[in-house]
């Protein structure tokens, strides 16, 4: 696959030629829903060709070992980059107004869009977007913190529209991002940029409605770039990018230096200098374990992640990823220290089985990975291979649960299909308080 020259994030917009391209329009304050509800669309506005061809040509690259990951350009506010959700909302009273409810609530999947027709994006998007109706005001998500591949196959900028932005339309809260590996790939025989619609429409300098919103009010995101630290009261979210491969995910290496191993260390490092009692999350597109379907581990990633764990003694309370196509949820650890990985990659696009036709499923709890000397106990908890569905978490001073809850529920239903909670001060898995 050839690589194409890099850009900054800034505010000139992208789609797939980097020439002569319409700017973004700055209006000075973020908007989120539309004013008005609308009937789910039954087509996509501008229809997804077949990417067989392209697909081929993957596949023969990769079988000659010729992929690798693709340099990306650094993000601004270096060695940390940093960003507030008193910054993405535009106001000021955020930490005294989430500090008297005692807890904050967001949502997290991945793996929304959808090349074939909206509908299973819609029924995760409508059974989101019905998280705002609730008794306690206290209940209501903050935002959306999605774990990568927004649009598929390539990130193609003109598929923005029917695949983030159509969908979201009635999601009333901000959607941040990391960039899952479609949204960095780059189709072979094209001229695009990999990031490109991504960094126009998840980093822009200001906030701005971009052309890809094809009219909607949605403003495009302030992240700083491709990894961050998301700051919120109660949470922090380190967030990585794991590039462009199928498997596994890269961080650092040859190709792409060590900037992100660099800037993983500042942040585990303020978060020990500045004692931070708050829930802490890693969140990268690929994950670190899977149990079964089409991808596999990130072993690489995870031992370079885990060094400076090690190295800075600040470990996360959780860790979340995408990519899978489906849910699961594992624990990492026994006694002392008890870690969830979790994957959240059935968002919209696409469910992969964890068993073959005909094969008997997985029971769980299921041992994958046993104790050993330099090894941790991995145990696969629970898993969702049948439905498209999301995370909704809610942290408090003292805890982290993260449920699980399908959207073949229907917004009349409030209770998750599974869940886990975390003691922040003890680091073992109990049950919620709230």
């Not at 194409?4 to 994030?9: C, E, S």
């Not at 060709?49 to 596949?59: E, H, K, L």
């Not at 535009?90 to 005692?102: M, N, P, Q, S, V």
């Not at 967001?106 to 959808?114: E, I, K, M, S």
Request: charged content about 20%; glycine content about 8%; proline content about 8%.
């Amino acid at each position: 696959m050839t690589r194409r020259p890099q850009r900054t994030p800034s505010t000139q917009s992208s789609n797939t030629s980097t020439t002569d391209t319409p700017s973004a329009e700055p209006i000075g304050k973020p908007v989120f829903s539309q004013p008005e509800p609308t009937a789910d669309p039954s087509r996509f506005k501008i229809a997804h060709g077949s990417d067989s061809a392209a697909y081929q040509s993957i596949d023969a690259l990769n079988r000659e070992h010729k992929l690798r990951p693709m340099p990306f350009p650094p993000p601004r506010g270096l060695p940390e980059p940093r960003l507030t959700l008193a910054q993405v909302l535009a106001r000021d009273d955020l930490d005294a107004k989430i500090a008297a409810a005692g807890q904050i609530v967001f949502h997290a999947v991945g793996d929304t869009g959808n090349t074939r027709g909206p509908a299973s994006q819609n029924l995760v998007a409508d059974k989101l977007a019905s998280d705002f109706q609730e008794h306690e005001p206290k209940e209501i998500p903050w935002f959306f913190f999605h774990l990568g591949d927004v649009i598929y196959s390539f990130g193609e900028a003109k598929y923005y529209y029917d695949q983030f932005y159509e969908p979201y339309r009635e999601y009333p809260a901000p959607i941040l991002a990391l960039a899952g590996n479609h949204d960095g790939m780059v189709a072979p025989d094209t001229d695009a940029t990999t990031l490109a619609a991504f960094l126009d429409n998840f980093c822009q300098a200001e906030f701005a409605v971009t052309p890809e919103a094809g009219g909607l009010s949605r403003t495009a995101q302030i992240q700083p770039g491709v990894f961050f630290t998301f700051e919120a009261p109660f949470i922090r979210i380190l967030v990585l990018y794991s590039n462009t491969l199928e498997d596994p995910g890269v961080i650092a290496g040859d190709d792409l230096g060590t900037s992100q191993l660099d800037y993983l260390k500042a942040a585990l490092s303020r978060v020990k200098a500045e004692n931070y009692q708050g829930a802490l999350i890693i969140a990268h597109h690929h994950p670190a374990f899977t149990a079964g379907g089409k991808h596999g581990w990130s072993t690489d990633m995870l031992a370079q992640i885990d060094r400076i764990c090690a190295d800075t003694g600040v470990w996360p309370h959780a860790v979340l990823s995408a990519h899978a196509h489906n849910y699961q949820r594992f624990t990492r650890g026994q006694g002392t220290t008890q870690i969830p990985y979790i994957i959240a990659g059935n968002g919209g696009h696409g469910i992969a089985p964890l068993s073959r036709r005909g094969e008997v499923p997985p029971r769980v709890p299921m041992v994958i990975q046993p104790a050993g000397k330099g090894t941790d106990q991995v145990v696969l908890e629970s898993y969702d291979d049948q439905d498209y569905g999301y995370l909704r978490l809610v942290v408090t001073a003292t805890q982290l649960r993260i449920e699980y809850h399908p959207a073949t529920d229907g917004a009349a239903a409030k209770t998750p299909d599974d869940s886990v909670t975390v003691d922040l001060s003890s680091r073992i898995l109990v049950h919620f308080t709230g």
